[in-house]
């Protein structure tokens, strides 16, 4: 039996890769929750400060993506997403500690993230230390007006 082992290579996106991220959200998003951002709001969103994008790659392919940003001492994981091929092998877990540590040397105290309730990412989530703080009832509508409940999670970095 041979094991071929993966490298998750991250780097630091820009609007130049919005391409990539997109066809991670296409493969990754159910339609059906409308949970994918547009290129307009993701170009929107970069061009903010504070805001940065984390691209991970797995043999030269996007393998995922991490949007976040950072105001004064907290910071909030927007958005992050895995390529159905590529989840369970540590991408997702290497993009959030990415953000974390990145988060820190932007000198938060705190990151913030929102999920809708029933989203399997929630295992990644709480497998990386964050703990559930809040709930949002109906706070997301899905494509054909189904309401979805929001969970808040955050975690405290020391």
């Known amino acids: 039996m041979s094991t071929r082992l993966h490298m998750v290579e991250l780097v630091t996106g820009t609007a130049a890769d919005l391409g990539a991220v997109e066809q991670v959200m296409a493969s990754a998003f ?3 929750f409308g949970e994918a951002w547009t290129r307009s ?3 929107g ?3 903010m400060p504070g805001v940065w994008l984390t691209l991970a790659r797995v043999d030269g392919e996007a393998a995922g993506f991490a949007l976040a940003r950072a105001i004064v001492d907290e910071a909030e994981l927007l958005l992050l997403a895995t390529a159905p091929t590529f989840r369970r092998q540590g991408v997702g877990s290497a993009l959030v500690r ?3 540590a990145d988060a820190r040397e932007r000198g938060a ?3 913030h993230l929102e999920v809708r309730a029933g989203n399997n990412a929630v295992e990644l989530y709480r497998g990386t230390g964050f703990a559930k703080c809040g709930e949002r009832r109906g706070y997301y509508r899905g494509k054909g007006g189904q309401v979805y ?3 808040s999670y955050s975690i405290a970095l020391s």
């Open 109 to 111: 105290v705190r990151v």
């Open 98 to 100: 990415s953000i974390l």
């Open 45 to 47: 969103i970069l061009g």
């Open 41 to 43: 709001q993701l170009l």
């Open 30 to 32: 159910d339609p059906r």
């Open 149 to 151: 409940d929001a969970h």
